[in-house]
């Protein structure tokens, strides 16, 4: 969100004005703590406590979060809060960037939620 001054002019907070989410009966956010390239708040589309007390930048980031939840007609929304067991201790891991990657290449993960998929949407 640093690429316009005024946090109405970014691009994320234009999109958040869009329709697409709704369309969705159900909804699922996946996020962890260890990924610091999505934060968690973000992931979850959650108002963090940073946010909370801004008071230059705080009400555009709820109204974010609300334009992106407000039209929700979703039956089921779940948010899953994944904690990878990351045994590397490398650049990648300390950054953040091994979790995010993990929701995309950990076989066990995909297979959990896959095995999950009668409960979340039906």
Not at 7 to 23: A, I, M, P, R
Request: hydrophobic letters at 40%; aromatic letters at 14%; glycine letters at 4%.
């Amino acid at each position: 969100m640093s690429d316009e001054a005024d946090v109405e002019q970014t691009c994320l907070y234009k999109l958040s004005t869009f329709e697409g989410l709704n369309w969705f009966q159900n909804v699922v956010f996946v996020c962890s703590w260890q990924d610091q390239y999505a934060p968690f708040d973000s992931a979850r589309i959650q108002i963090c406590r940073g946010a909370q007390q801004d008071k230059s930048k705080g009400e555009k980031h709820r109204k974010m979060a609300t334009n992106i939840l407000g039209g929700l007609k979703a039956k089921m929304l779940f948010r899953l809060d994944v904690n990878f067991k990351i045994k590397d201790k490398n650049l990648d891991s300390w950054i953040g960037r091994t979790a995010h990657i993990q929701f995309l290449e950990n076989q066990q993960f995909m297979k959990m939620l896959i095995h999950r998929y009668r409960d979340f949407f039906s």
